[in-house]
């Protein structure tokens, strides 16, 4: 099984600035990342896909980059609906596995 | 307009059975791979079992032998029947799509609640 980690658990950012959330897979999953951000109530919303592929209708101040075992969704300015939870997840193989997520909070 | 809903959550006892249901509506349910995802109370999110297009099945280990999914096309309808439930299969779970060649998730429903506690 392949593990994903990410962090940091918890990013405290303040609106309108950069954040770089990261995670990390055990082996290699080539680009079969994608990022998910769930807010507090709601179902999770896919925002990327292919490690770096924007979900239709996401906004492009989020983005995706990495490859293999390293990977970052960066956010390039925050905006109030932006904090939320995220999670990425590969899908290389069987099982499908989620990293832990990421909480963005307010500063 | 494209959307998942499931239904058949419910509170249950340690060892009893439950079946989850997901109308699908919005786009040719017959075409796609589904799946379930389940969350825990205040956790992260665990896949749990999917299904292809065509019918072929994987499961999570920690439901291998408890779960099956299927699927009715005519129904545009997804299942998940849960058997010898456990406290730990407490969760939200939801019915999610496949877009089709890899296994991530665009559509998601909003969830229904598996309780099991005596």
């Known amino acids: 099984e392949i593990v994903m980690t990410q962090s940091p658990a918890t990013l405290s950012v303040s609106p309108g600035e950069r954040a770089t959330l990261s995670c990390r897979a055990s082996q290699s999953v080539s680009s079969n990342l994608a990022w998910y951000q769930q807010k507090p109530g709601q179902a999770p919303r896919l925002l990327i896909y292919g490690a770096f592929t924007r979900a239709s209708g996401i906004p492009a101040r989020f983005s995706g980059s990495g490859s293999g075992t390293e990977f970052a969704l960066t956010i390039s300015s925050l905006q109030s609906e932006d904090f939320a939870v995220y999670y990425c997840?590969?899908?290389?193989?069987?099982?499908?596995?989620f990293g832990g997520g990421t909480k963005v909070e307010i500063k | 307009e494209v959307q998942l809903v499931e239904s058949g959550g419910a509170l249950v006892q340690p060892g009893g059975s439950l079946r989850l249901s997901c109308a699908a509506s919005g786009f040719t349910f017959v075409s796609y791979d589904m799946s379930w995802v389940r969350q825990a109370p205040g956790k992260g999110l665990e896949w749990v079992s999917a299904i292809s297009h065509n019918g072929g099945t994987t499961y999570a280990d920690s439901v291998q032998g408890r779960f099956t999914i299927s699927r009715d096309n005519s129904k545009y309808t997804l299942y998940l029947q849960m058997s010898s439930l456990r406290a730990e299969d407490t969760a939200i779970y939801y019915c999610?799509?496949?877009?089709?060649?890899?296994?991530?998730?665009?559509?998601w429903g909003r969830g229904t609640l598996v309780t099991v506690s005596s």
């Open positions: 997840q590969h899908f290389t193989n069987w099982p499908l596995t």
């Open positions: 999610v799509k496949v877009p089709g060649g890899h296994w991530y998730f665009d559509l």
